[in-house]
């Protein structure tokens, strides 16, 4: 008899914390949709990449990204190149060396007047206030796909919520001037880029111009401009569902 009230008691505490996790909600921000910018030949990016557009119009051009770090420098290279804009859709985009490598380069970009909006799926664990921070800058947008209302204990969003957060973004895809796309298999993190030494995955990726830029960038807006896409909020350090 008494295990059995011990039993009760504990399956009361847990009922009453997922139904106030399953109560729990994301408050509402303002979310204004934005949309890519279109290609600009007068662009560095876009000089590179004519004569083989023009060569080859409605064919797609692609250089393949099999060495981890040559991946790693192509992305910077773009970021590095970018006069108007740089959309970046990951699942995973860790805290490490060259994840902040990276985000520096973004910010260097945005501080120079480039328009850089990040979107990535929530089931990473990551800082809120350092997101937050960086999302303060007029030029940088973020973007949290499907967030979790309860940020440090995920595991009872997928007990009180699990229909709406088991939907994840895979999506990968860095986007230049709209001028250069890099997709693939690839996250941001060092195990994807060669830069650990206790991991190296054997992943794959992209470089891509000509006619299916503009496509990866209208996918980018519909998933940009959707409503599980939650705008980050600068001002309190926690993402906004609207």
């Known amino acids: 008899m008494a295990y059995l009230l011990i039993f009760v008691r504990y399956l009361a505490v847990i009922l009453g914390l997922l139904s106030f996790w399953g109560c729990s909600s994301l408050p509402e921000a303002d979310k204004f949709p934005s949309y890519t910018i279109p290609f600009d030949a007068q662009t560095q990016l876009a000089s590179q990449a004519l004569p083989y557009i023009n060569k ?45 490598l990276m985000t520096y380069a973004l910010y260097q970009a945005a501080e120079r007047g480039v328009r850089v909006r990040i979107l990535l799926d929530d089931m990473q664990s990551r800082n809120d206030e350092s997101m937050a921070q960086l999302a303060s800058h007029p030029n940088i947008d973020i973007r949290l796909f499907n967030p979790f209302a309860e940020r440090s204990a995920r595991i009872f969003g997928f007990i009180s919520d699990f229909d709406r957060v088991n939907r994840r973004m895979h999506n990968k895809a860095l986007i230049a001037d709209n001028a250069f796309v890099i997709t693939g298999g690839r996250n941001i993190g060092d195990e994807y880029f060669a830069a650990n030494t206790s991991v190296d995955f054997g992943d794959f990726d992209i470089l891509m111009l000509g006619e299916s830029v503009p496509e990866i960038s209208v996918q980018f807006d519909l998933y940009w401009n959707s409503k599980p896409s939650t705008a980050y909020s600068a001002d309190s350090g926690h993402p906004f569902r609207v």
Request: aromatic share 16%; net charge negative.
């Open 56 to 100: 080859h119009p409605k064919l797609t051009g692609f250089y393949p990204l099999g060495d981890g770090q040559e991946a790693f420098l192509a992305r910077l290279a773009l970021i590095y190149g970018a006069e108007h804009s740089l959309d970046l859709q990951y699942y995973i985009y860790r805290d490490d060396n060259t994840s902040s």
